[in-house]
């Protein structure tokens, strides 16, 4: 119960969509701020579950009867994470008239002036903002507690394998990276010659977004005695954090993020498996261009005092490759593997801390441009 003269306790959304990484990162700093939040949780409209809306304050492409409620009273706060929740998050913050503050974890789509927070990892090229928070890496991390409860789960199949145990993690073709059954083949190969030269064995598990030619392909390639789940929506049994409770050393290929740091977080061996790139399309190279010096500084200026982010923000997925290899947590595939360690620095207490500011500044927050 609130006392006379006491600030009454500050009302927090977490707006989140259907991205389990995502969500997973606003809910940890939601804990971390050690205050009570609301879960708005988004169900898309069919056609944007994978297409992509046209990036505004909107609530277009949501299925509202499916979604939760969004109505009065507006929040103080809104954490959020991803183009789609942020379009609704933005669409929050004109209802209330600009008195919501919006913290996003991850690059904005655009827009960049109508967030008070954006918390960005290395691989996004942004321009240089008092709105962002620059952090080495993704805030994701391990369930300590799935991965003892999967420690306790896998012990017996996984101790059967010979060592030392490879868990091979695959994700799939993101831009600007190409993974299709020749990248397969290659992939296998050289892990063909890896257990070949070392001796163990190979645990391979796929993720939603591998192309069923990779599968099919990984699957003829690799040495008979390897294991290969292949994911699907009804999959039993995912290995994937027995593996990380078990496997001696990961290479994971070079495209998922999530994947890279979560193995680094907890001090594995572990090596990246690089994908060939395709062309980048104009609009992504002048968007890069943009961001190195000197022409940073001129975009940065035009961004700030004239809202103007029209081609966006760039994402470099080897910049994270890069910091993790000169970390000492990663090597490119091909080199020893690292012997492990500690794992990686925590960043979430920097942007907690940036968060509680947002909550502690007196009035409204700034208002939008008329961008």
């Known amino acids: 119960m609130e006392t006379a003269g006491e600030r009454p306790q500050p009302r927090i959304w977490l707006v989140l969509g259907d991205k389990l990484g995502d969500n997973a990162q606003v809910r940890r700093v939601a804990r971390a701020l050690g205050r009570p939040f609301e879960e708005k949780n988004l169900v898309f409209l069919p056609k944007f579950r994978q297409g992509k809306p046209t990036f505004r304050p909107s609530l277009d492409h949501v299925d509202r009867e499916a979604s939760d409620p969004l109505e009065p009273p507006w929040p103080d706060l809104i954490l959020t994470s991803g183009s789609r929740p942020s379009m609704v998050a933005l669409w929050i913050k004109q209802r209330s008239r600009g008195k919501t503050r919006l913290a996003i974890i991850g690059r904005p789509k655009r827009m960049l002036n109508r967030f008070d927070l954006a918390v960005v990892p290395s691989q996004y090229i942004m321009p240089i903002s008092p709105r962002v928070l620059p952090l080495d890496f993704p805030l994701m991390e391990v369930d300590r507690s799935r991965l003892e409860a999967a420690r306790a789960a896998w012990a017996d199949r996984l101790s059967r394998m010979p060592r030392p145990l490879t868990a091979v993690l695959v994700g799939g073709p993101t831009q600007p990276f190409r993974m299709d059954e020749n990248v397969a083949q290659d992939l296998a190969q050289r892990l063909s010659r890896l257990i070949a030269q070392d001796g163990g064995s190979l ?114 997925i080897t910049r994270i490759h890069r910091k993790l290899e000169r970390r000492g947590a990663a090597v490119a595939f091909g080199e020893p593997f690292p012997l492990g360690g500690a794992g990686l620095e925590d960043e979430l207490e920097v942007v907690v801390d940036r968060v509680r500011e947002l909550l502690a500044a007196d009035g409204p927050a700034e208002q939008e441009s008329s961008q």
């Open 203 to 316: 645990y391979i598990t796929t993720s939603r977004r591998t192309p069923s030619e990779v599968v099919s392909a990984l699957g003829r390639s690799l040495p008979a005695s390897s294991e290969l789940f292949m994911w699907g929506p009804e999959s039993a049994d995912n290995p994937y954090l027995g593996l990380l409770a078990h496997a001696d050393r990961f290479v994971v290929t070079g495209d998922s993020v999530s994947m890279l740091v979560e193995v680094a977080r907890l001090g594995r061996p572990l090596a990246i498996y690089e994908l060939p790139v395709r062309a980048g399309s104009w609009k992504r190279r002048l968007a890069a261009g943009l961001q190195k010096p000197p022409w940073r500084s001129i975009s940065s200026f035009f961004r700030r005092f004239c809202g103007l982010d029209l081609l966006g923000f760039p994402r470099d």
